[in-house]
């Protein structure tokens, strides 16, 4: 135990340390305590989970609350989920205790009456979502300093989901419209177990503060994991539906298939407390209701829960606190609304299905499990449809045995975690802060409100003649009205907007239907089922009773089975780092101690393979007549980009009929020539002409991806799908390499 640090702490923080027979502090809570105590910059906490970062910033923050009170809300605490909201209120709530220093939460899904008593005595901690803090500064705005006149910490806890997406920059952006307003400057403390660039992430935090942002050096823990990696093909009988066993049907045992892979994952977690993770809701909600017909046919109990972003808070919330209870051996099946750092208690393993997409995603959820001293468990499952005779050569590379191997060999050859990208044009952002703005000033000037907008940190990169551009088109468009002393209001679309909560939040929220069985809130659809059609939600099947399309209302009933069920989504972006390292696993020998037979197996089949056709030297292959497949061993952006320049330079070559599997590979059909040769003769032309990134992007083109980009002028969108979605250094190297220059 630090001396000094612990004896700067206050009797009752004291007092908790010793009621957790804590017998030191680790190096992350001295450094943090040393740096709030000591120092008046801006902090950035890296350290692993259940490292008790929460507990680094909280400990100084709280001791010197006991102090000296803050004469408003004293620290805000924003997080990206709220459940993570929901744990920290507990066990804040629990640590302040008696002290006097009041904890608030404010979300969706808090009662008003609680909301209520932090607007009566704004003191203390109030942790709160980016949405809430949003609509905080429209509808509060002119009892802002009441409320955070005396702010001096902001907590930004799993920075790692924020940093450089439109949420965290919106975040950023409160934070700056919070200081011009209140005139309070609060130190900024950012948490998280998976920062892949430290300096890019201090930037971010520190944007618009005026501080620097100090990040402690502490060295990284030695990796202690229990780490399988199995794979299994997918039976052509695959499980459908498992009725109850019965005393008289004992005989369909063996005339049953059950889908090997699940089967597996069954008995991994069985009679252990356990998270499995998907990439989906869709095959979140297929592997609980799987899990479930499995427990049911061998007569063992339902253990299983479930929990994502479309069910109602009262099933997560139930899934949540049984996960809490380590007498009680549950198994949650989860999205990432599972991987931040929601307190779970003793778990003991984690199950993730597919490969993960990115090594910051493996790390947080492979560090859910091993608390308590114990080494982090996982096993890694990979299913793949047993391929044909005739299968194409692409079709038959095992991608994501590969990606699963790549992630997990670069953080222990290198300590790799994806740096965060920097959004360049963030205009759907920019359309919200220039409503929630004008909103909150209720009259400006259109030069006052581009001054205002413009110096928030997210928009350092948007010209002012770009938006000048924006601010004509929501002023003709009835987002803004131009009064007669020339001030912009909001017009009456603009109202309607504002007026609705769901203006807040800066990501896709689709026009969801709620599913109720009785009394019972279930979830949200995105699309209504006709009456008597049926459909999967919360790990089971429901079918449709009744139909409140006014209110957007479903109403049905339980069934047994299991079906499929479908979310709109974008499943993010992989590193090009990840494709690099998927080939050096195809080219070198090593037998990794973490693959179970089954995956070492269909890795040395997919070598062979890769051998035996060139795959391992050659980045271009021909695939027989005039198809050849393309392996550019690239990520998203710059795959991205190289397709859309060899589809935009195709007609010289005849080339036709261009076919992508996500980044891992493309076929196209090439009349004129061989395909070596095509990537030379694009490859000198490169080298000559360099690549007009505005070329590739189609004069009628606008491309939408964020939730407000519909009412963005498509010259704007074009200019961002150019700076934020397309990425040429790394396509021009890749080109010069395949073609030997």
Known sequence: MSDSVFSSYSPFIREFIYSRGWESLNEIQVAAANNIFNEDTNLLLPSQTASGKTEAAFFPILSQFYDNMPQSVGALYIAPLKSLINDQFGRISELCDM???PVYHWHGDVAASHKQKALKEPRGILQITPESLEGMLISRSSDLIRLFG???YVIIDEIHTLTGTDRGNQIICQLTRLRERTGASPRRIGLSATIGDMERAADWLGAGSGRDTVVP?????????KLGVEHFYIEEKDVAELPSKSADDEERDDAISMDHGYEYAYEC???RKSIVFSNSREETEYITATLRQIADYRGDPDIFLIHHGNLSAAIREEAEMKMKDDDLKSVVCATVTMELGIDIGRLE?????????????????LGRSGRREDPPEMMMILREENPLPN???????PWQLLQAIAVIQLYIEERFIEPPNIRKQPY??????????AAAMGAVTAKNLANRVLDLPPFRYVTPEDYKTLLLSMINNDWLEMTEERELILGLRGERLVNSFKFYAVFKDSEDYTVRCGSDEIGTITTPPPVGDRFALAGRVWEVEELDLPRRLIYVKSIKGKME???PGDYGEIHTRILERMRQVLREDTEYPYLKPGALGRLRVARALARNTGLCDNCIIHLGGYTWALFPWLGTRSFRTLRRYLTRNAAPYKLTGMEFEGCHYMTFKLEGGRGIDFIRDIAIKIREQGVDLDSLIGENEAPVFEKYDEFIPSELLRKAYREDKLRSDEMIRRIYQIAGL
């Open 428 to 437: 759907s952002l920019l359309f919200q802060q220039t409503l929630s703005t």
């Open 99 to 101: 002290t006097g220093i």
């Open 269 to 271: 977690v069985r009679n």
């Open 565 to 567: 069920i479908s979310w």
């Open 217 to 225: 050096a502490v060295p990284p823990q030695k990796i202690r994991w």
């Open 349 to 365: 393993r984690v199950i993730q299905l597919g490969a993960p997409n990115t090594v910051s995603s493996f790390l947080q959820r």
């Open 391 to 397: 299968t194409p050569l692409p079709q038959l590379i």
């Open 150 to 152: 005396d702010l001096r």
